[in-house]
């Protein structure tokens, strides 16, 4: 699979974030980069990765399946990361 773009998602409460998860990885062609990570303040995020038009099309079904259950803080894609970003989240 090409790591063209970097897709994250973070929401406010675990439950949300797996509502979110689930349905981005079911509705295209992209890869969990490691585990869903509490990053505090009950703030909680995932990374995907894959070609952008996946994650772009990923992206919009997670946020939208995460705000109907809970509080979609921010989700934002990164196309064509740098290298060395790859490597911060494992996927290098």
Request: aromatic share 2%; hydrophobic share 55%; glycine share 10%.
């Amino acid at each position: 699979m090409a790591k063209q773009a970097v897709g994250l998602l973070e929401t406010r409460g675990l439950a949300c974030l797996v509502v979110g998860v689930d349905a981005m990885l079911k509705s295209a062609n992209v890869e969990l980069a490691g585990p869903m990570r509490q990053v505090g303040s009950a703030l909680c995020n995932a990374v995907v990765f894959g070609d952008v038009a996946a994650v772009k099309a990923a992206l919009d079904a997670g946020a939208a399946a995460a705000s109907e259950s809970g509080e979609v803080v921010s989700a934002h894609v990164i196309a064509r990361p740098h290298p060395e970003l790859l490597t911060q989240f494992g996927i290098a």
